[in-house]
Structures are given as C-alpha cells and as structure tokens.
C-alpha cells in the first residue's frame, strides 16, 4: 500500500513536470474508483492551469486555476508520466494530457484509489478537515504527543497510527519508530513521559525522512519505466522479524496484535 513517502516522492518527481503547465484533456476509462469520478470532472478541469502540487496526508492536491483535484492512491494506485501513444495496460483508469504531449497516467488494479475535484478550500474537505497535523511539521512535538495523549488508555502505537493525532505513521513507520524511541507498543498512551514522546516523535521524524530521501533515488523513473516506486528498501530493526534476533540486544523479536495491526517489538529494549 502507498505510505506517506511514497505519496511524497510522486509529488516530488511529478512536480517540476507538472506545475505551470496546462491540462489539455482526460479520459477517465473507469469512473468507479472508491468514490466515483464525478460525470463532469473532464469538462471542469480541460484547460486548466496547474498551479502547483501539494501532499496532505496521504492525498495528493493538484491546484489549478479552477479548483483542485484531490488524489487518493488506496491500496494498490500509482501515478507516471509516460510519453504520448505509450502502449495502455490493464487498469489504466485515468488519462490526463498536458499541453507538453506527456500523459499523467493512474493506474489502480483494486480500485481503493479515488479522484475528486473541489472548487473550494481543499483544506475544507471532508477527506481532509479532520486530520491532524503533518509528521514532518514543526507543529508535532513531543510537547504536542504529550498533550493530547493524557487521559488516553489506547496502546501508544495505534494512537500515533490515528490520523486525528497525526497522519502517515504507518504500521511499518510506527513500529520501526517505537522500537528506536525504546517504547513498548502497547503501552498505554496516557503514561508515557514527555522526554520520552520527544524521542518518539524525533525518531518518527528520521524514518519517515530516510524513507523519503531513498525513494528519492526511483525519480528518474518517473518518465518512461514503470514509474512505480515499491517500498524503500531500508533496512527493518522490527518490522516483520518475529522470532529473529534484535539488532541491538541479540534477543528474539516479538509479535503481537494491536488494533488488528501486525506489531513487532523487543521486550528487553523497549519498555
Ligand atoms: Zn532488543
């Protein structure tokens, strides 16, 4: 499933390709994604100037002068350029052509990605109004974790996963970060120290940025090739390593369930 630095990385390399141009056609092949394409989206936005792009969450925001196109990649979409007259592939859903000749091309097999379109606020969207803040904003501190986890009983690790309390920590993102921070999953929310939501949140920060940067090294695959960027390839300290031995202490990865989420940890380095 696209993670945030996934989304990030689209945004980065469809950007300089994208912004300042204009959209000279869509096609949209199968309008039934998890929300259906409105019946007017190609009439709205034919003709229009892209301003600029922009990630919220997980979402990718197209500014135009005429309103804004809200992406969602679901469980299994993808964005590329490709060049004019490339070959279709099965669940190529939607086309859109920029006054350059290249194609913006959304390919989705499972259909959980979504394409909607506002003229007003995007901010103001319900998609998007009540998410929490970004993870690389200064706004999320340890001060901030602190805050708003009293009072909270819920496993530390499936609050941080809330986007009410931030958005794009990831199963993976928030077991490899608890790990680093040296904090058990499953410890409740409301009983974590300060200093220690400030290690959370500095190792949150790292991850997320590493994965990011190395997703950074598939831009050039943007154009042409499959334009698909997998999961980055760092290397995992927890993450699907039950029963292995722990990096830092030698001793055996742990597993449990959390919020139906698959969750690894070490008893002996996390507390
Ligand atoms: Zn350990």
Redesign the pocket.
């Known amino acids: 499933m696209p993670e945030l630095p996934e989304v990030e990385t689209t945004r980065r390399g469809l950007a300089p390709h994208m912004e300042g141009h204009t959209v000279r056609s869509v096609t949209v092949r199968q309008r039934s994604l998890r929300w259906p394409v409105e019946p007017d989206f190609e009439r709205r936005i034919a003709g229009a100037r892209i301003l600029r792009l922009e990630r919220r969450a997980k979402y990718l925001l197209v500014h135009t002068d005429r309103g804004c196109a809200i992406w969602h990649l679901g469980m299994s979409g993808s964005l590329r350029l490709v060049e004019p007259g490339a070959e279709l592939r099965k669940h190529d859903h939607v086309d859109w052509v920029l006054d350059t000749g290249l194609c913006l091309r959304f390919h989705d097999p499972r259909r959980f990605g979504a394409l909607l379109w506002t003229e007003l606020d995007p901010a103001a969207h319900d998609l998007l109004s009540h998410l929490g803040p970004e993870p690389l904003a200064d706004e999320f501190s340890g001060d901030y974790l602190y805050r708003v986890s009293r009072g909270r009983r819920q496993a530390v690790k499936t609050f941080i996963m809330d986007g009410r309390v931030v958005v794009g920590v990831g199963n993976i993102y928030a077991s490899e970060s608890l790990f680093l921070a040296g904090i058990r999953p499953d410890r409740p929310a409301g009983t974590i120290s300060r200093a220690r939501y400030e290690r959370l949140v500095d190792a949150i920060k790292r991850v997320l940025a590493r994965s990011i940067e190395q997703g950074g090294t598939t831009l050039r695959d943007f154009i042409g090739g499959n334009g698909e960027p997998g999961y980055f390839a760092q290397q995992l300290n927890v993450y699907g390593r039950a029963g292995e031995r ?6 055996p ?1 742990r597993d449990m369930v959390l919020g139906q989420r698959s969750t690894f940890f ?5 507390r």
């Open positions: 722990c990096r830092q202490c030698g001793g990865v070490c008893r002996r380095c996390q």
